[in-house]
C-alpha cells in the first residue's frame, strides 16, 4: 500500500479535454470515490493512474517514486475494469492466477492456488473455479474481476465501477465485504461509482468531477453539507437537492448575490397549516414504504422532499414551511455562504 | 450490461420444410462437386488400358499399378530376362513384370511432394507469422500513413501475381533463387501476406484492448499479454487464414512451373509430366493426385475444431 499524489494532471483526447488539472493525494490507506456524470474523466483518471494512458501534463508519484512515465506492469497498480474484464479462453481459476503467474511475481504454484482459492472463498465463487469465464453471469463475472485484483497487494487499487452490474442484495454485501477487505488489509483505493449510497458508505474522501475537472474533494459528510456549488449539492442526497430561485422567495438576511436556494430535506420544516413562511399544497405522495416523498408546489414551483407516513399528509393539504439553514448559490452555481450572523 | 445477450445465445430454429430442402441442396452440390474428385480417385486405381478405355469404366478391377507407377522408374525388358529373374519381390515388382519391365529406380514422386510440403507449411507459417505481427501492429498502435499503408498491402493483391512473372523470373535469377525453396517459400509469402494481414487484422480488432491492458497490469510485458491473452484469442483468425495461405501454396502451378524444375519443384508441375508408354500414365497421375490432396484434407480437419471453438468464444464483457 502506499500514497498515490496526482498533481496537475492534463489530458486531451484530440480535441476533447478529458482531465484537466487535476491534482490529489490519496493517502495511504484511503478509499477515494469519484462521482460524476458520464463523460466527466473518471475512467480516464483511473487509466492515467495505471499507466495505460499517458498525462500531457502534471505527474504522478505512486509511493513516492515517479511513476509519470512508467510501464504499467511497473507501477503495482490493481484494476478493476468497466467492461471486459475476464480472459475468456481461461477458467476462473486462472483467470484468479493469472496476475500472480506474472514472470515479474515469481509466486510458487502451491502459494498461488491456495491464495486463489482464499480469495474465491471470500467472493463465494469457490463452486465456480473451473468454469469458463464464459460461463459465468453478469454478477459472477464481476465478482471473479474484483477477485482477480484482490489477489494481489498492489500499492493501489483502481476499481471502475465493480459493482454495477449486480442485483441490489449482491451489491450491497459486497459493498460491505469490500468496506472489510480495505480495512482488514489496509488497502488503498480509488474508485468509480455512479451509486451515491456506495460513494457514501465506502469512500473515506468523495472526489466530484465534472467535464474533466475535480471540482471538489471531501468527506462524505463535507461534500454533503458543505457542498463548493449548485453542480457538487446535486450530485448527493435522494431526493436531489430542490433549487428555486431566490427572487420568488422573500427570505430575511439573504445576501443580494444569491440566485438559488438549494432545499434538502433537513432544510425544510414542513407543517400541516396555514400559519409558516410560505404556504404550500402537497401535490401527490408517494409510499416508499418506510418513508414517503412528499412533492409539494409553493409559488409555482416544486419541491420534493421526504416525509414520515406518520406524519398524515395526503393530496391537497395546505402545510406551512420554514427553510432552516439553507443553502445558497450565486448565478453561476458558486455557493454564496451566509454572513457570520444572519 | 450486455453480459446476458451474449452468454446465452437464443437462434430461431429453422422450420422442417426449410432444413429438408437445405439438406436435399446440400446432398446434390456435394455430389456434383465430389464426382471430379471421385474420377480421380478411381483411376488411381484402375490399369492403364482400363482408365483410357471408351466407354469409360465405373466398374473395374482395381489395381496398385498407378500407384507403383508414381513412385518408380521402369525398363522394358525381354521376357526371357524377366523369366530368369528370382520370385518378385513385393506386389509393384508383380505388376511391373506383367507388362514386361522391371523397376529400375524411384520415381521423382515423393522429393517432389515433400518439396511441396516444405514450401507449402514455410510460407504458410511466416505468411501468418508476418501477418499477426503486422495486424497487431495496425490494430493496437498509431501506425504514420496507417491507411495508406493498408490500402497499399491490399493492392499487392489487385493485379495477378503472374502478371509480373518475367520480373520475378529475371530478379530470382539474378538473385540465385531460382529453382530454391527457399525462394519459393519467399515468393509465396510475399503472395500471401497482404490476404493474412487483412484477415487477421479484422480478428484482431475484435479483441477489446482491455485483456492487454489488464494483463500489462497484472505485470506483463506487452510481448507477453500478445502470446497469452491476444494469440488465444485470435485462434479461430490465425486458422482461418492458414487454411487460406496454405491452399494457395499448395496447389499454385504457374509459378512453380516457371521457376523450378529440379531441386525444388513442388508436386503441382511434376505431375502432369508422369509419362508412361505410349502417352499420359493416367492411373499414376490419378494416384499422385490423390496422394497430394490428403496434408490439405487433414489440415483442414484438423484446424476445423480450432474455427469452431473460436466462434463459440463470443465477447465477454463484465
Ligand atoms: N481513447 C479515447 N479517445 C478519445 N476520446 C476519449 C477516449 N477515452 C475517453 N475519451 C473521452 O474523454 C471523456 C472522458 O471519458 P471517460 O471514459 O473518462 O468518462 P467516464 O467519466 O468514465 O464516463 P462513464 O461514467 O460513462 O464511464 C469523454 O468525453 C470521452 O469521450
Ligand atoms: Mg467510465
Same mark, same amino acid.
Given at each position: 500500500?502506499?500514497?498515490?499524489?496526482?498533481?496537475?494532471?492534463?489530458?486531451?483526447?484530440?480535441?476533447?479535454?478529458?482531465?484537466?488539472?487535476?491534482?490529489?493525494?490519496?493517502?495511504?490507506?484511503?478509499?477515494?470515490?469519484?462521482?460524476?456524470?458520464?463523460?466527466?474523466?473518471?475512467?480516464?483518471?483511473?487509466?492515467?493512474?495505471?499507466?495505460?494512458?499517458?498525462?500531457?501534463?502534471?505527474?504522478?508519484?505512486?509511493?513516492?517514486?515517479?511513476?509519470?512515465?512508467?510501464?504499467?506492469?511497473?507501477?503495482?497498480?490493481?484494476?478493476?475494469?468497466?467492461?471486459?474484464?475476464?480472459?475468456?479462453?481461461?477458467?476462473?481459476?486462472?483467470?484468479?492466477?493469472?496476475?500472480?503467474?506474472?514472470?515479474?511475481?515469481?509466486?510458487?504454484?502451491?502459494?498461488?492456488?491456495?491464495?486463489?482459492?482464499?480469495?474465491?472463498?471470500?467472493?463465494?465463487?469457490?463452486?465456480?473455479?473451473?468454469?469458463?469465464?464464459?460461463?459465468?453471469?453478469?454478477?459472477?463475472?464481476?465478482?471473479?474481476?474484483?477477485?482477480?485484483?484482490?489477489?494481489?497487494?498492489?500499492?493501489?487499487?483502481?476499481?471502475?465501477?465493480?459493482?454495477?452490474?449486480?442485483?441490489?442484495?449482491?451489491?450491497?454485501?459486497?459493498?460491505?465485504?469490500?468496506?472489510?477487505?480495505?480495512?482488514?488489509?489496509?488497502?488503498?483505493?480509488?474508485?468509480?461509482?455512479?451509486?451515491?449510497?456506495?460513494?457514501?458508505?465506502?469512500?473515506?474522501?468523495?472526489?466530484?468531477?465534472?467535464?474533466?475537472?475535480?471540482?471538489?474533494?471531501?468527506?462524505?459528510?463535507?461534500?454533503?453539507?458543505?457542498?463548493?456549488?449548485?453542480?457538487?449539492?446535486?450530485?448527493?442526497?435522494?431526493?436531489?437537492?430542490?433549487?428555486?430561485?431566490?427572487?420568488?422567495?422573500?427570505?430575511?438576511?439573504?445576501?443580494?448575490?444569491?440566485?438559488?436556494?438549494?432545499?434538502?430535506?433537513?432544510?425544510?420544516?414542513?407543517?400541516?397549516?396555514?400559519?409558516?413562511?410560505?404556504?404550500?399544497?402537497?401535490?401527490?405522495?408517494?409510499?416508499?414504504?418506510?418513508?414517503?416523498?412528499?412533492?409539494?408546489?409553493?409559488?409555482?414551483?416544486?419541491?420534493?422532499?421526504?416525509?414520515?407516513?406518520?406524519?398524515?399528509?395526503?393530496?391537497?393539504?395546505?402545510?406551512?414551511?420554514?427553510?432552516?439553514?439553507?443553502?445558497?448559490?450565486?448565478?453561476?452555481?458558486?455557493?454564496?455562504?451566509?454572513?457570520?450572523?444572519? | 450490461?450486455?453480459?446476458?445477450?451474449?452468454?446465452?445465445h437464443s437462434v430461431v430454429e429453422p422450420s422442417l420444410?426449410?432444413?429438408?430442402?437445405?439438406?436435399?441442396?446440400?446432398?446434390?452440390?456435394?455430389?456434383?462437386?465430389?464426382?471430379?474428385?471421385?474420377?480421380?480417385?478411381?483411376?488411381?486405381?484402375?490399369?492403364?488400358?482400363?482408365?483410357?478405355?471408351?466407354?469409360?469404366?465405373?466398374?473395374?478391377?482395381?489395381?496398385?499399378?498407378?500407384?507403383?507407377?508414381?513412385?518408380?522408374?521402369?525398363?522394358?525388358?525381354?521376357?526371357?530376362?524377366?523369366?530368369?529373374?528370382?520370385?518378385?519381390?513385393?506386389?509393384?515388382?508383380?505388376?511391373?513384370?506383367?507388362?514386361? =519391365?522391371?523397376?529400375?529406380?524411384?520415381?521423382?514422386?515423393?522429393?517432389?511432394?515433400?518439396?511441396?510440403?516444405?514450401?507449402?507449411?514455410?510460407?504458410?507459417?511466416?505468411?501468418?507469422?508476418?501477418?499477426?505481427?503486422?495486424?497487431?501492429?495496425?490494430?493496437?498502435?498509431?501506425?504514420?500513413?496507417?491507411?495508406?499503408?493498408?490500402?497499399?498491402?491490399?493492392?499487392?493483391? =489487385? =493485379?495477378?501475381?503472374?502478371?509480373?512473372?518475367?520480373?520475378?523470373?529475371? =530478379?530470382?535469377?539474378?538473385?540465385?533463387?531460382?529453382?530454391?525453396?527457399?525462394?519459393?517459400?519467399?515468393l509465396y509469402t510475399a503472395v500471401n501476406v497482404s490476404?493474412?494481414?487483412?484477415?487477421?487484422?479484422?480478428?484482431?480488432?475484435?479483441?477489446?484492448?482491455?485483456?492487454?491492458?489488464?494483463?500489462?497490469?497484472?505485470?506483463?510485458?506487452?510481448?507477453?499479454?500478445?502470446?497469452?491473452?491476444?494469440?488465444?484469442?485470435?485462434?479461430?483468425?490465425?486458422?482461418?487464414?492458414?487454411?487460406?495461405?496454405?491452399?494457395?501454396?499448395?496447389?499454385?502451378?504457374?509459378?512453380?512451373?516457371?521457376?523450378?524444375?529440379?531441386?525444388?519443384?513442388?508436386?503441382?508441375?511434376?505431375?502432369?509430366?508422369?509419362?508412361?508408354?505410349?502417352?499420359?500414365?493416367?492411373?499414376?497421375?490419378?494416384?499422385?493426385?490423390?496422394?497430394?490432396?490428403?496434408?490439405?484434407?487433414?489440415?483442414?480437419?484438423?484446424?476445423?475444431?480450432?474455427?469452431?471453438?473460436?466462434?463459440?468464444?463470443?465477447?465477454?464483457?463484465?
Amino acid at each position: 500500500m502506499a500514497e498515490v499524489v496526482l498533481s496537475h494532471i492534463s489530458k486531451k483526447f484530440g480535441s476533447v479535454t478529458a482531465i484537466s488539472d487535476v491534482s490529489l493525494t490519496i493517502g495511504n490507506g484511503e478509499f477515494i470515490v469519484l462521482l460524476g456524470p458520464t463523460g466527466a474523466g473518471k475512467t480516464t483518471l483511473l487509466r492515467l493512474v495505471a499507466g495505460l494512458e499517458t498525462a500531457d501534463a502534471g505527474t504522478i508519484s505512486i509511493g513516492g517514486f515517479d511513476a509519470t512515465k512508467s510501464a504499467p506492469s511497473s507501477r503495482d497498480v490493481a484494476f478493476v475494469f468497466q467492461q471486459y474484464s475476464l480472459y475468456p479462453h481461461l477458467t476462473v481459476f486462472e483467470n484468479l492466477a493469472f496476475p500472480l503467474r506474472s514472470p515479474i511475481r515469481n509466486m510458487s504454484e502451491k502459494d498461488i492456488t491456495a491464495k486463489v482459492k482464499e480469495i474465491a472463498g471470500l467472493l463465494r465463487i469457490e463452486d465456480k473455479l473451473q468454469n469458463r469465464a464464459t460461463q459465468l453471469s453478469g454478477g459472477q463475472m464481476q465478482r471473479v474481476a474484483i477477485g482477480r485484483a484482490l489477489v494481489r497487494s498492489p500499492s493501489i487499487y483502481l476499481m471502475d465501477e465493480p459493482l454495477s452490474s449486480l442485483d441490489a442484495k449482491l451489491r450491497g454485501d459486497l459493498r460491505v465485504e469490500l468496506k472489510r477487505i480495505q480495512h482488514v488489509m489496509g488497502a488503498t483505493v480509488l474508485y468509480v461509482t455512479h451509486d451515491q449510497m456506495e460513494a457514501m458508505t465506502l469512500a473515506t474522501r468523495i472526489g466530484v468531477m465534472k467535464e474533466g475537472h475535480l471540482v471538489q474533494v471531501g468527506t462524505p459528510r463535507e461534500i454533503y453539507t458543505d457542498p463548493v456549488d449548485l453542480y457538487v449539492a446535486s450530485r448527493l442526497g435522494t431526493p436531489s437537492i430542490n433549487s428555486l430561485p431566490s427572487k420568488d422567495f422573500q427570505v430575511a438576511g439573504i445576501p443580494d448575490t444569491v440566485h438559488t436556494i438549494g432545499l434538502r430535506t433537513e432544510h425544510l420544516q414542513i407543517r400541516k397549516g396555514k400559519k409558516g413562511s410560505f404556504i404550500g399544497t402537497v401535490n401527490y405522495v408517494e409510499h416508499l414504504g418506510d418513508q414517503d416523498y412528499l412533492h409539494i408546489s409553493i409559488n409555482g414551483h416544486e419541491l420534493v422532499t421526504l416525509s414520515n407516513p406518520d406524519d398524515g399528509l395526503s393530496t391537497g393539504d395546505e402545510v406551512s414551511l420554514e427553510f432552516v439553514n439553507a443553502l445558497y448559490f450565486d448565478r453561476a452555481g458558486n455557493r454564496v455562504h451566509r454572513g457570520k450572523h444572519p | 450490461m450486455n453480459a446476458r445477450s451474449s452468454t446465452a445465445h437464443s437462434v430461431v430454429e429453422p422450420s422442417l420444410t426449410s432444413r429438408r430442402v437445405a439438406s436435399v441442396l446440400v446432398i446434390v452440390y456435394a455430389f456434383v462437386t465430389l464426382i471430379p474428385l471421385f474420377w480421380i480417385f478411381a483411376t488411381g486405381f484402375k490399369t492403364p488400358p482400363d482408365s483410357i478405355s471408351y466407354p469409360p469404366k465405373v466398374i473395374f478391377e482395381p489395381s496398385l499399378e498407378g500407384y507403383c507407377n508414381l513412385f518408380t522408374t521402369r525398363t522394358r525388358q525381354t521376357s526371357e530376362y524377366i523369366a530368369q529373374l528370382g520370385p518378385p519381390e513385393g506386389i509393384c515388382d508383380e505388376v511391373t513384370r506383367r507388362r514386361e =519391365m522391371v523397376i529400375a529406380g524411384t520415381s521423382n514422386y515423393a522429393p517432389r511432394f515433400i518439396n511441396s510440403v516444405i514450401i507449402a507449411f514455410g510460407s504458410t507459417f511466416l505468411s501468418v507469422f508476418l501477418g499477426v505481427m503486422a495486424a497487431y501492429g495496425f490494430s493496437r498502435f498509431k501506425v504514420p500513413l496507417k491507411d495508406d499503408l493498408l490500402f497499399f498491402i491490399l493492392s499487392t493483391r =489487385m =493485379m495477378p501475381p503472374i502478371a509480373v512473372a518475367i520480373p520475378i523470373y529475371l =530478379m530470382y535469377r539474378e538473385l540465385g533463387l531460382s529453382d530454391t525453396k527457399l525462394g519459393m517459400i519467399l515468393l509465396y509469402t510475399a503472395v500471401n501476406v497482404s490476404l493474412a494481414v487483412w484477415l487477421l487484422k479484422g480478428f484482431i480488432d475484435e479483441i477489446p484492448r482491455e485483456y492487454e491492458e489488464a494483463a500489462m497490469i497484472d505485470g506483463y510485458t506487452r510481448l507477453q499479454a500478445f502470446r497469452k491473452v491476444v494469440l488465444p484469442q485470435a485462434t479461430t483468425g490465425i486458422a482461418a487464414t492458414a487454411i487460406f495461405c496454405l491452399i494457395f501454396a499448395w496447389n499454385e502451378y504457374a509459378f512453380a512451373v516457371l521457376l523450378t524444375s529440379g531441386d525444388a519443384q513442388t508436386a503441382p508441375p511434376f505431375i502432369p509430366t508422369i509419362i508412361g508408354e505410349g502417352g499420359m500414365d493416367w492411373p499414376a497421375v490419378g494416384a499422385g493426385t490423390t496422394l497430394f490432396l490428403i496434408p490439405i484434407f487433414i489440415f483442414t480437419i484438423l484446424l476445423r475444431k480450432h474455427l469452431l471453438r473460436g466462434i463459440t468464444f463470443g465477447a465477454v464483457r463484465k
